[in-house]
């Protein structure tokens, strides 16, 4: 096996920190608005701080996780995967059906065939 040495291991560790660049994510992105309470902000009159998020649920309970603005693209390229992951399952399943159907009907057939 090839040696690793002490400095491949730290980058790795530190890249293990980002999710993969594939990473599927659940759920959505929204904005969470607030106002700060500082005096003289803003947005104490006019519009509220923004942050992106991601909320999402688990186990019934909505959860949070605050993003920046940098984080926006890959959440929502992690959301896409998602949803296409999602649709290829429902594809996948439909052909079962399908295929359930066709071969319950063979079955079908069959046993009239060696019954007459
Ligand atoms: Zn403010």
């Known amino acids: ?10 980058t790795r560790a530190h890249s293990d920190r980002q999710p993969p660049k594939d990473a599927m994510l659940r759920g959505s992105l929204i904005e969470l608005r607030r106002r700060c309470g500082k005096a003289g902000c803003h947005c104490q009159q006019g519009e509220p701080h923004t942050t992106p998020a991601l909320s999402y649920s688990q186990k019934g ?12 693209p890959r959440v929502r390229a992690g959301l896409k995967r998602y949803q296409q992951a999602l649709r290829g399952l429902e594809k996948g399943a439909l052909r079962g ?8 009907q063979r079955e079908k057939e069959q046993a009239r065939r060696a019954s007459s």
């Open 61 to 72: 309970k909505t959860r949070i996780v605050t993003l920046s603005a940098k984080d926006v």
């Open 1 to 10: 096996m090839a040696r690793i040495d002490r400095s491949t291991r730290s």
């Open 97 to 104: 059906i399908e295929a359930l159907k066709r071969s319950l």
